[in-house]
């Protein structure tokens, strides 16, 4: 029997006066429709041995919630779970609710690996949301190929990998860096960059690309430094900038690091809220925003695909939801609406191949579309990265961006750019 998601009806069953009410919730929510209520059979939809059963599928959550990466990590957990409970709510996946198993990376590559196997091999999960770093996902990727995992990856990331293992809901460099470094040319006239990041390949490859993008400009990197994950004495650092003189600082410092960096640059004089330096990164989203403090932070730019004060419908009920299971001073980055993304396109490509085979779900992603993600339309590439926006904001006191600049169109993800790599 099929019913609408529209429908809401008390039903009233015999005469024993029992009374149940069958809520349907519209699935539109996300862009879906809900199919026939009969669940098909198990041994249809899981011929590898996967933890399925007639009424549950297992997935696992793999991020930090510990160490220098719990600050930038949690929002992802938290996403994923308001994902998989609306899902839920919703009938599940193929007439299956979702249970997930969480592990946590611990801000330490390899657990990651380790606790990768360990959902893919002891709980035979279906799929993995999870990773932030690229140390964290280039440490796991192995672990999926091997066993044929299928990993949800939310981060914006360097580019250069395409894993028919691995779907990412974040940006590539194309998308990102490159876009932002056009942004800040034309709109602020830049001519000189001074690259900081963290001490990793996400960081270092990021900069790389931009260094290639500068000086195909013409323009000049007069400052490139790097410091280790969780570094807080970034003093010599800002006193090289002092004496470079650049128009932009580049900055790519991930995870606690960044309270200590953006505090000590209020501290020595360099106010944001001037035309020079501009400060453009590519990793401060709203959730670090919460430890360095609006006021360390206000004036800097950031480039990314999603800000939690994007006005559309669809990211206004997003806010809405993620607030009421969080909390009303919880706030929303890009990486975590990315991570919210994962589970709704795996729900997608499940329903679209009829199966969880993980075979079937990679030749089921190309093409799965959300028209009511909170960022606006994305659409699956054939090389599993997302077609989207890039956007500019600007950060402000209250620990909010303010949307000043968006690309017209969907921007094709590229993950080898030619002449980058």
């Known amino acids: 029997m099929h019913i609408s998601p529209t429908i809401k009806k008390t039903l009233r069953v015999s005469k024993t006066c029992f009374l149940r009410k069958l809520v349907i919730a519209s699935i539109a929510v996300l862009g879906y429709h809900h199919g026939a209520l009969a669940a098909p059979s198990t041994a249809e939809v899981n011929t590898t041995g996967l933890a399925v059963t007639d009424d549950t599928v297992k997935v696992g959550i793999l991020h930090s919630v510990t160490g220098t990466m719990a600050i930038s ?34 801000s330490d590559w390899p657990t990651f690996a380790e606790k990768s196997r360990k959902l893919l091999v002891n709980d035979k999960v279906a799929a993995v949301f999870g990773c932030w770093t690229s140390a964290s996902r280039k440490a796991v ?31 590539e460099a194309t998308q990102q860096i490159i876009a932002g470094i056009d942004w800040v040319v034309k709109e602020k006239g830049a001519k000189k960059f001074f690259l900081l990041g963290s001490d990793y390949i996400w960081p270092r490859t990021s900069n790389k690309i931009a260094r290639k993008h500068i000086e195909k400009l013409g323009l000049k990197v ?4 790097y410091y280790p994950l969780g570094h807080t ?18 900055a790519i410092v991930v995870g606690g690091s960044n309270v200590a960096f953006y505090k000590q640059l209020k501290a020595a004089g360099i106010d944001m809220t001037k035309e020079k330096p501009v400060l453009l990164t590519i990793s401060v989203t709203e959730d670090e925003i919460r430890g360095i403090g609006g006021e ?12 939690q004060s994007l006005d559309n419908p669809n990211n206004a009920e997003f806010v809405k939801n993620f607030k009421a299971m969080w909390g009303d001073d919880i706030v929303i980055g890009d990486v975590t609406q990315a991570a919210y993304l994962g589970p709704w396109l795996w729900k997608a490509a499940v329903e679209k191949a009829g199966s969880f085979d993980i075979d079937k ?4 992603s190309p093409g799965i ?42 921007m094709e993800p590229d993950p080898f750019p030619e002449g980058y790599q």
């Not at 007069?222 to 430094?225: D, M, Q």
């Not at 960022?375 to 599993?384: I, K, L, P």
């Not at 600007?394 to 909010?400: F, I, R, S, T, V």
């Open 73 to 106: 990590e949690t929002g992802s957990v938290q996403a994923e779970k308001l994902a998989i409970k609306q899902i839920n709510e919703m009938g599940g996946v193929l007439g299956r609710k979702i249970e997930y198993i969480q592990e946590d990376g611990a």
């Open 141 to 171: 990727l192995p672990v999926f190929e091997q066993y044929n995992g299928m990993l949800y990856y939310p981060t914006f990331y360097e580019g250069l990998e395409q894993s028919p293992n691995v779907i990412y809901t974040g940006q």
């Open 222 to 225: 007069v400052g490139e430094e």
């Open 233 to 250: 004495q970034f003093n010599s650092v800002i006193n090289k900038i002092k004496l470079k003189k650049p128009d932009v600082i580049y």
């Open 296 to 307: 360390n932070i206000d004036g800097a730019y950031a480039a990314m695909k999603y800000f």
């Open 361 to 364: 779900i990679k030749e089921a």
């Open 369 to 410: 579309e959300l028209t009511t993600a909170p960022e606006g339309y994305v659409r699956v590439h054939e090389n599993h990265h997302l077609w989207s926006k890039t956007r500019i904001g600007l950060a402000k006191k209250d620990g909010q961006y303010q949307v000043i600049y968006e690309t017209e169109e969907l």
